[in-house]
């Protein structure tokens, strides 16, 4: 089936330290989104990417890093700079920037 | 930063009713407002959208209505179902730019 995995599904962090979120798609988007999503403040965009080996930042990038090596894969950094990881992180790609986005089920990051 | 304000920011509908949310943006130049389904736990996925020069689309249930005039559109759900219940999203976006959403309305559907 094609679609957006992300993973885990639930992640615990000590507050301070870095963490991966996965981010992978098989539908050969082109371009891939990174939200943040918090309770009763929509979705805020992060990064997003149009190609391989490109990325630029959203509204709310302070704290956050990505790659983007493969086109299949988007992974986001949380670093110990974001003052409050905490939240519903959300993994999206569209075939081209400005086209129908599809979203992964969310990963809920929770730093104590 | 161009907003999209959304409102109410909870509903509660009786089964069979009609839930309305609207949907107010800033941006003249948006020219695609899509509305996401979003149930606990999921990630968000597309039901509806509409570009502005129509002013009312309708899938089943669903129906957006535009006022280009006003910059308003909003959503509306007939004969509200208790599987309607979700946070629904609204969001606005101009030619091949990210996609600027609402804050999100809870709509709860009490059988």
């Known amino acids: 089936d094609g679609g957006i995995t992300q993973s885990p599904k639930y992640l615990f962090r000590k507050e301070g330290q870095n963490v991966t979120l996965s981010c992978e798609q098989n539908?050969?988007?082109?371009?891939m989104y990174w939200y943040r999503q918090d309770p009763g403040q929509g979705l805020r965009l992060i990064y997003y990417?149009?190609?391989?080996?490109?990325?630029q930042k959203g509204d709310i990038a302070e704290g956050y890093s990505v790659s983007r090596e493969k086109k299949e894969s988007f992974p986001l950094t949380v670093t110990s700079a974001q003052k409050n990881p905490t939240a519903f992180y959300l993994c999206?790609?569209?075939?081209?920037?400005?086209?129908?986005?599809?979203f992964g089920q969310g990963t809920r990051l929770t730093v104590v | 930063q161009q907003q999209v304000k959304q409102s109410p920011q909870s509903l509660i509908v009786q089964k069979g009713g009609i839930s309305i949310i609207n949907c107010a943006y800033e941006?003249?130049?948006?020219?695609?407002f899509p509305w996401y389904q979003q149930f606990p736990g999921k990630g968000p996925a597309l039901l509806i959208a509409?570009?502005?020069?129509?002013s009312e689309k309708k899938e089943g249930r669903f129906t957006i209505s535009f006022n280009k005039s006003a910059k308003q559109f909003s959503l509306h759900i007939m004969d509200s179902q208790p599987g309607d219940s979700a946070t629904y999203f609204c969001?606005?976006?101009?030619?091949?730019?990210?996609?600027?959403f609402g804050k999100g309305t809870m709509l709860l559907v009490s059988p």
């Open positions: 999206a790609s569209s075939i081209e920037r400005g086209t129908e986005a599809f």
């Open positions: 969001a606005g976006r101009r030619g091949y730019s990210t996609l600027t």
């Open positions: 990417s149009q190609i391989v080996n490109d990325f």
């Open positions: 509409i570009r502005p020069d129509v």
């Open positions: 941006n003249t130049a948006f020219d695609y």
């Open positions: 539908l050969n988007h082109d371009a």
